[in-house]
């Protein structure tokens, strides 16, 4: 983290006299006279004129009048500028490329390459100086990124704990013998589920798999709840409410919490009852009934329940970019957006474009075709009622879109514990692009109704404290990381703020924001 990458801040060593409340530092950064916006200790936003110094990674003071500094320190002046804790993107993928299937990363090391150098600053570049991955499948990718010497600060999930034969083992329909390599949960309380004889099933009970998740420096248990309002044929066990219980207390124990991926009324329903302390995804599968899949008129059911995650404070990541991704892969319009050629060089652009780089999008188009296929007595009353599959898709992208929208815009009126993330990488789909995703996804949670002051909270108190961050991050206090964005714009009176960065402080060293661009 000693390469310096800054321009135009000055370096002083300043031989301030010392004074009664002179503040001493030999790796310092002083921030001066800039209006802070932060979260109190009890998260009440305060927007005050002030100044911030650091000393190496770690904010030393936070004071409204000036304040005398001594020993060797940069100082930023921040007049008429604005200063908030770095952001925290609480759902990503890292291992995954936005852009390149399993297949394509074996016949392009090159672009493999290319992305993952582009990925820590394509997230700083957009103010991202924290990043938690949810699903550790990759430690040997995590460890690489985290090494890189200029980045977000990565923490992560363990590997996602799930139950012998769950939605993912049998979409991907692995072989038993790989199934029985994975770190898979035993849900004892399930006796539909066999294994063979010879598998030791005490390795893979909630106490040990937790156990090995929390001493391997993980934060957070994620597990999943994946049932059949997404239209897919239910062939797949679920997690128990009883397993599912000591998953969560023996995640407690340990000073862990819980993220279920739970994107239904039954999901997010199964995780509210079972102690589950975070919700990953917004609630867009509302029901199995084919009749109403595409109703976007929220059942009172549904109301009451998210009212009850609002109310229990349980976190909750809408990640509208999961689906919105998806429909900018098919409205093909993200390629044109100009901010690309500042992350990504020219050879990752071009592939992006080439036929290659479109596999995503011919796999979302060949869904409906997949679905009817695979559960034809769901899918055909639906595809029936419409004309063309384009037709279809548009009636059922628009749905999702409301359905996240109405969810999300009910919690933040009844000031849920909306926690930011995008779930970056999910699907390997291009239109994750590090960083820029992050901007995306904060217009779509204002474009649904989110106030800008829930929404800056959401990115970053509420993150750290649910992710149990708070000491260090999340905030701008003493004894709290330097982490900070030097803003040009008022982030609670535009979304545009987010992408008017000057300067990104990384554990007390300023960047400069082109510094981090492909094109400088
Ligand atoms: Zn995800």
């Given at each position: 983290m000693k390469k310096i990458l800054f321009l135009g801040i000055i370096l002083l060593f300043a031989s301030c006299k010392p004074q009664g409340n002179t503040i001493a530092v030999t790796d310092g950064l002083l921030i001066e006279n800039i209006t802070i916006i932060t979260s109190d200790s009890q998260g009440k936003i305060t927007s005050a004129i002030g100044n911030v110094i650091s000393d190496g990674a770690v904010i030393v003071a936070v004071t409204d009048s000036k304040a005398p500094v001594k020993g060797k320190f940069r100082k930023i002046d921040g007049t008429g500028k604005y200063l908030i804790p770095g952001l925290i993107d609480?759902?990503?993928?890292?291992?995954?490329?936005?852009?390149?299937n399993y297949p394509l990363r074996q016949t392009h090391p090159l672009l493999v390459e290319e992305y993952f150098k582009r990925l820590p600053k394509n997230f700083l570049y957009y103010g991202y100086t924290t990043l938690i991955d949810v699903d550790n499948y990759a430690p040997g990718t995590i460890d690489r990124l985290k090494n890189i010497p200029i980045g977000p600060q990565i923490y992560t999930c363990g590997r996602k704990i799930r139950v012998m034969d769950d939605f993912e083992m049998s979409m991907n329909e692995l072989p038993t013998n790989q199934k029985l390599k994975l770190?898979?949960?035993?849900?004892?309380?399930?006796?539909s589920i066999s294994y063979p004889d010879t598998v030791n099933l005490n390795q893979h009970t909630p106490e040990v798999l937790v156990k090995r998740i929390a001493s391997r420096g993980n934060i957070c248990v994620k597990t999943l709840y994946e049932d059949a309002t997404s239209g897919l044929p239910m062939g797949w066990e679920l997690p128990s409410k009883e397993i599912t219980i000591e998953v969560v207390q023996f995640a407690h124990k340990e000073g862990l919490c819980v993220v279920m991926h739970a994107p239904s009324y039954d999901g997010q329903r199964f995780a509210l009852e079972n102690g589950v302390d975070i919700i990953a995804h917004a609630m867009w599968n509302w029901t199995s009934d084919p009749e109403k899949?595409?109703?976007?008129?929220?059942p009172m059911t549904h109301e009451a329940l998210v009212m009850e995650i609002a109310e229990k404070g349980i976190g909750y990541q809408p990640t509208f970019r999961t689906i919105l991704g998806e429909m900018d892969i098919l409205e093909?319009?993200?390629?044109?957006?100009?901010?690309l050629s500042k992350l990504y060089s020219e050879a990752y652009m071009d592939f992006l474009k080439s036929e290659n780089g479109q596999w995503g999008r011919n796999m979302i188009l060949g869904r409906p075709k997949f679905l009817a296929k695979v559960n034809p007595s769901f899918f055909h009353p639906i595809r029936n009622s419409f004309e063309t599959d384009e037709q279809l898709f548009d009636a059922l992208y628009d749905s999702y879109k409301i359905k996240i929208e109405t969810v999300v815009r009910l919690l933040s009126e009844n000031d849920g514990n909306l926690l930011f993330g995008t779930d970056n990488g999910a699907m390997n789909m291009y239109t994750h692009v590090p960083g820029l995703n992050g901007y995306l996804e904060m217009n779509h949670w204002v474009d649904a109704g989110v106030a800008l002051k829930q929404l800056f909270k959401a990115a970053t108190y509420n993150n750290a404290k649910s992710f149990h961050l708070l000491d260090s991050l999340g905030s701008i206090e003493v004894g709290k990381k330097a982490n900070l964005l030097v803003l040009d714009s008022n982030p609670l009176k535009s979304i545009k703020a987010y992408n008017d960065i000057q300067t990104i402080v990384l554990e007390g060293m300023p960047i400069n924001r082109n510094e981090l661009s492909v094109k400088k």
């Open positions: 609480s759902h990503v993928h890292l291992n995954n490329i936005a852009g390149l770190p898979f949960l035993h849900d004892k309380y399930n006796e899949f595409l109703d976007t008129d929220l093909d319009r993200l390629l044109e957006n100009p901010q």
